[in-house]
């Protein structure tokens, strides 16, 4: 279970993040979106401990991520990308990842294989499209088998192949009772995957609820998200 409670969160003198709440329950794929700039990864590098909020709290199991014992175990995440040095290979920057979180190597070759890298798991990380970047970035977080996952942007530079193959992959996750929280500015294309929605424009959170109750009174999900957004097409 992940929590988000009135977290804000002040850059200079703008407020990015205005008392931002919202809850991602096990079993469940929740989707965090909202148009760039809005605040997704903002409020995900303060629930994974990298940024500290102004005022309110972000925690895993009623925990902040810095005092999870066992990190990995508990919370996959990816920001940004795969987070390897573009010297690395594939195999060798998961195997550091391992190695120093007492995670056993066979976990290397399982997930390379889930996340549809084996075959080019020798070639430097530099060599990678964007889509199998963020594939790399997937497997990091799937390292440590951990019960609950927080991706931000995972969609980004997917094609079509791998936008399916990752909604399949987080259903899979929320369907053996994880909890799986993603980000995007892309709404046709997590939504669908999505049991629950919450929605953030300029710092805020508009809407939460399950695709149909947010959806409700719209033609469709894009109708629904420029209309909560206030994003003009
Ligand atoms: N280090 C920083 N210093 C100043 N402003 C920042 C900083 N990081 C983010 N912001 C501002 O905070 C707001 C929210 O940014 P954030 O990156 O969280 O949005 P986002 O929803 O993740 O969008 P994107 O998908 O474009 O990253 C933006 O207006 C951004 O310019």
Known sequence: ????????????????????????????????????????????????????????????????????????????????????????????HLAWIARSNGIPQRRVDEVLDEVGLAGDAKARVAKYSLGMGQRLGIAAALLGEPEMLVLDEPVNGLDPEGIRWIRGLLRGRAEAGGTVLLSSHLMSEVADAADDLVVIAGGRIVTTGTVTEVTAGYADLEEAFFALTGVTR
Do not use: C, W
Request: glycine share 12%.
């Open 1 to 92: 279970m992940i929590t988000i409670d009135q977290v804000v969160k002040r850059r200079r003198s703008r407020t990015i993040l205005d008392h931002v709440g919202f809850e991602a329950r096990p079993g469940r794929v929740t989707a965090f979106l909202g148009p760039n700039g809005a605040g997704k990864s903002s409020t995900l590098r303060i629930l994974l401990g990298i940024d500290h909020p102004d005022s309110g709290s972000a925690l895993f199991n009623g925990r902040p991520y810095r005092t999870l014992s066992d990190p990995l175990r508990t919370v996959g995440s990816m920001l940004e990308g795969s987070g390897a040095h573009r010297s690395r290979t594939a195999r060798n």
